[in-house]
């Protein structure tokens, strides 16, 4: 019984037999290294990279086969695919925020109203945050003058007044980065919101 194997590679063997025979009546047209046109029977191997076409005998080219591309041009292509690719991506996107701002603005109006609705929101939470940040500066300020009276009277400063003292610290810092964490919102919601002005008014403008 034959194994698998050996029917596998019969029929591989097979195969190119065919392909061969079927391109042994073929011409190839090629150019060599000083750009000349050349046709013969078979193409010597340091010429392939060049590129090369297969011509029947009637003379009628029935396959091409591109040059091989350089590193550089390579390169260049993959970097043309990703542009095209990121462009692509960004039509999609610009499609579905589109769609999403039709959606929830009838008018350039209600894109104003919603910002200001946030705007006012953002403020109340920085007032507050102002506020506990004063409180805190103030407690790292009384803090630092019992740490310095002690240093003046070379005297040992407690445990608990160093431990009083970080934690104020951290506490004002941390204050501190909300506060401009939301100082960053209200200006991306400022800008976000007159992309959104500009982009709805073309959108009704053509939907007109």
């Known amino acids: 019984m034959l194994s698998r194997n050996f029917i596998i590679g019969f029929i591989f063997f097979i195969l190119t037999v065919m392909e061969v025979q079927?391109?042994?009546g073929n011409l190839y047209r090629y150019k060599d290294d000083q750009g000349?046109?050349?046709?013969?029977?078979?193409?010597?191997?340091?010429?392939v990279k060049n590129g090369y076409e297969i011509m029947n005998d009637r003379g009628q080219v029935i396959r091409e086969v591109s040059r091989t591309l350089s590193d550089e041009e390579r390169e260049n292509q993959a970097d043309s695919l990703e542009s095209v690719r990121l462009a692509e991506e960004a039509r999609i996107q610009?499609?579905?925020?589109d769609t999403l701002s039709l959606r929830l603005y009838?008018?350039?109006?209600?894109?104003i109203r919603r910002r200001d609705a946030t705007l006012e929101e953002l403020d109340a939470q920085l007032t507050v945050l102002n506020a506990l940040r004063g409180y805190a500066e103030d407690d790292v300020d009384r803090?630092?003058?019992i740490i310095d009276n002690n240093v003046e009277a070379e005297k040992e400063v407690p445990q608990n007044i160093?431990?009083?003292?970080e934690s104020a610290s951290e506490e004002r810092d941390r204050l501190g980065r909300q506060i401009a964490r939301i100082e960053n919102e209200r200006a991306d919601s400022i800008s976000t919101a007159q992309?959104?002005?500009d982009r709805l008014m073309e959108l009704l403008n053509t939907e007109e």
């Open 195 to 197: 992309r959104n002005i």
């Open 106 to 111: 009838r008018s350039p109006e209600e894109v």
């Open 94 to 97: 610009q499609e579905e925020d």
């Open 36 to 47: 000349n046109e050349i046709i013969a029977t078979q193409i010597p191997a340091e010429f």
């Open 22 to 24: 079927a391109q042994s």
């Open 162 to 165: 160093l431990s009083q003292f």
């Open 143 to 145: 803090i630092q003058v």
